[in-house]
């Protein structure tokens, strides 16, 4: 198309204004084309299953998401002025979730109570699929005179916990450690005279 | 000629008011003048890349971190690859265009006087944001010139002058593409058809269609980023539920092309030189014009090759592998036409031939890195280590740089109607062809022995290499200052350049006196069929 240059250049004018409109479509379908680029990413990864990006939820539905059990909850405590009582007496949680619940300690005498709380479990054999990351029952407990106290227990169901488990059943009880007994003397002993 | 020259100009009233001094230059609408310019800044802008990247080779010349911090180090990285990119390859070859394009296609000026004006004047800001950027709280970009999220989203102010700096050099990237696509369909002097255009016009033409087609991308994708960083969105941002992998899909869509709108004009370039000092006719004009066109279009359909390791299918994997390697097929034809245009030829070796040879030699060996890379299971291995490194500036700094030196020394004379200094021109091929190899030849090795790239510091087995690397580019680096020296004597004065100083040459160019007027084919010159190409 090659085209003769008039004197006026009237005529080239005109053809050059018409070029640079039909360039000028071909930049705004690029600039669209860029601008569907997102949805159409996300429709050609949810149409092919490649870069699925919510694949985090399907965890869910695969065998490592758990199921529920329930929990319940259980508190003790013998003639040492303590009142003892769990936050909730039921739960229902996930295997392989964290749980984190409080019981609920309140020291009704005048003097100062040391004690320590030792776990039990119900079926006994589900003790070993509670994988406890923190709880007030791995050391010593000092309660003042009167003294109100939420203590945590925080813990994770195994998720290979027995499939016949159904019902876990988690009791404590707060025994009152004689003064001037040392924290965790009884393990010393072993390896220290 | 002198005198018809002002003669010819009083003839125009619409240029009797032509404004003097500096205000010439900023309101000219002259194709020369603003190719001047163009030129003129691109080298500005190559020697504050270049003192970029001796930071960081005086930076990598030992292991450990000697004079700059690691945040500093990657905005010196990631700075010189933007401005050696947007800010001195490509506006060379536009100020190459807009110097040439008219002259080799007998128009009186470029088809938008007053655009070509604007395309150029929007440089000079964009290159204050880049530089600029450097002096704001949080420094630069210091991504890479990929700008990937997450890093892009999260940096400070730097990055926002970044992007807007793309966003006016793709602007004027666009205005400049219309400028020439509109030049060289409509201004053509009557009887030159498309398939007797210099091979520059070719390679313009696909060039600037590349431009029109990936620019409009880059500026969306950065656009996106800006959002993600300021108005909440999450198109890469994956806490909000975007996919930092969009980005350099969308990234390589359009930066794949890119390297093509680097390398194209300059294979352009080459096909004038290598048959003006062969005294041949470019051999294969017709598979050329076609080997340019297949290199367009399947550059759009190879960015994944950039994302091997983003973990895309092994079907995937496998099509862009092979569809990367099929880029090879009209590469290689233009390398074996280039070759043969020298066969049997007349040939001599002035500076613009020798860095014609200097291209063709070491851009083959850049090919070559790249077909390796290109491998998907090579690739993996290879993934951002310095053998990418040396392939890359292989193909861009031999590549690119080196075509745009013959060009340079081949039509200073038109420009400035002085021969320049042949002598001083070879010494500085040769100092650019030693120290370039010096500098980069080793980094393949570091790449293949696991050195990683935009990293300060690195294992001490890499040390010695480094150290060559670091002597090699600081010798490449100060002696491009010879270009200076050469061109300003050339300005200044020298020996009288005929108006066609290479008796090989051909084209429209070469008809009109050196230096060439201001005003040249204010009426369509005759077109000789037997000076054309093919």
Redesign the interface.
């Known amino acids: 198309?090659?085209?003769?240059?008039t004197p006026a250049g009237t005529l080239?004018k005109a053809?050059?204004r018409r070029?640079?409109l039909r360039?000028?479509v071909?930049?705004a379908g690029?600039?669209l084309?860029?601008?569907v680029?997102?949805g159409l990413?996300k429709a050609f990864?949810d149409w092919?299953g490649?870069?699925d990006?919510d694949r985090a939820d399907q965890l869910a539905h695969s065998p490592l998401a758990g199921r529920a059990v329930r929990l319940e909850f259980d508190a003790n405590s013998f003639d040492n002025g303590l009142r003892f009582r769990p936050e909730l007496a039921t739960l229902s949680a996930k295997t392989g979730n964290v749980v984190h619940v409080t019981y609920r300690v309140e020291n009704t005498r005048d003097t100062v109570v040391i004690g320590q709380a030792v776990p039990s479990y119900s079926p006994q054999h589900a003790g070993g699929y509670v994988k406890k990351l923190d709880c007030f029952c791995f050391k010593q407990q000092t309660f003042a005179p009167h003294e109100v106290r939420e203590l945590p227990v925080v813990f994770v169901l195994d998720p290979q916990l027995p499939a016949d488990v159904t019902t876990v059943t988690l009791s404590y009880t707060f025994f009152e450690v004689p003064e001037g007994s040392v924290q965790g003397r009884s393990v010393n002993s072993k390896s220290a005279p | 000629m002198n005198a018809s020259h002002t003669a010819h100009h009083d003839d125009l009233g619409h240029h009797g008011h032509a404004p003097t001094g500096i205000m010439r230059w900023i309101t000219t609408t002259n194709h020369k003048d603003i190719g001047t310019m163009y030129l003129w800044f691109s080298f500005i802008m190559f020697l504050v890349g270049g003192a970029m990247s001796l930071v960081i080779r005086a930076e990598l010349m030992q292991p450990g971190i000697q004079y700059v911090s690691p945040e500093f180090y990657n905005q010196m990285l990631t700075l010189h690859a933007l401005i050696m990119v947007f800010g001195a390859i490509m506006p060379a070859f536009v100020g190459f265009a807009n110097w040439m394009l008219p002259l080799m296609l007998g128009a009186p000026d470029m088809a938008f006087a007053r655009m070509n004006n604007w395309s150029f004047w929007l440089l000079p800001p964009a290159a204050i944001l880049l530089t600029g950027s450097l002096f704001v709280p949080g420094g630069a970009a210091g991504t890479g010139w990929t700008l990937y999220p997450p890093l892009s989203v999260q940096m400070g102010i730097g990055m926002d002058m970044a992007i807007f700096a793309v966003h006016i050099l793709g602007m004027s990237s666009i205005m400049g593409s219309i400028n020439i696509i509109t030049t060289i369909l409509n201004l053509r002097t009557p009887g030159m058809t498309l398939m007797k255009m210099p091979m520059f016009a070719w390679t313009w033409l696909v060039t600037a269609f590349l431009l029109i087609a990936s620019m409009p991308i880059l500026a969306g994708a950065v656009t996106m980023l800006l959002t993600d960083r300021h108005f909440g969105t999450s198109f890469f941002a994956a806490a909000g539920g975007g996919d930092p992998v969009l980005f350099q899909h969308i990234f390589w869509f359009f930066g794949h092309p890119e390297v093509y709108i680097i390398a194209l004009p300059a294979f352009g370039v080459v096909s004038h030189v290598i048959p003006a000092f062969s005294r041949k006719p470019l051999f294969g004009y017709v598979s050329m014009v076609y080997a340019i066109a297949a290199i367009g279009l399947i550059s759009f359909f190879v960015w994944a090759h950039h994302m091997y390791v983003t973990g895309i299918p092994l079907t995937g994997q496998l099509y862009f592998m092979y569809a990367t390697l099929l880029i090879a097929v009209p590469t290689g034809v233009k390398v074996f036409n280039w070759v043969t245009t020298m066969w049997r030829g007349a040939l001599s070796f002035e500076t613009p031939m020798l860095f014609a040879l200097g291209f063709l030699f070491l851009f083959t060996i850049g090919g070559l890195t790249g077909l390796v890379l290109a491998i998907t299971a090579v690739d993996i291995q290879l993934q951002d280590t310095y053998y990418v490194v040396a392939h890359f500036h292989y193909v861009m700094v031999a590549g690119a740089l080196f075509s745009a030196y013959a060009g340079l020394y081949y039509w200073l004379p038109k420009w400035t109607g002085h021969m320049y200094n042949e002598s001083l021109g070879k010494l500085h091929f040769w100092l650019s062809i030693v120290f370039f190899n010096v500098a980069f030849f080793p980094q393949h090795f570091l790449g293949l022995a696991g050195m990683p790239r935009r990293i300060p510091d690195y294992a001490q087995q890499f040390t010695d290499f480094n150290m060559v690397s670091g002597i090699g580019a600081f010798g490449f680096g100060f002696s491009q200052l010879l270009v200076l020296v050469v061109v300003f004597q050339a300005m200044k004065g020298g020996a009288k350049a005929a108006a066609k100083p290479w008796d090989g040459a051909t084209g429209l160019e070469w008809t009109v006196p050196s230096p060439a007027p201001h005003h040249t084919f204010e009426d369509p010159p005759p077109f000789d069929q037997a000076t054309a190409h093919g």
């Open positions: 198309m090659s085209q003769v240059l080239t053809a050059n070029l640079a360039l000028l071909v930049i690029s600039l084309f860029v601008a680029q997102p990413y990864c092919t490649i870069y990006i």
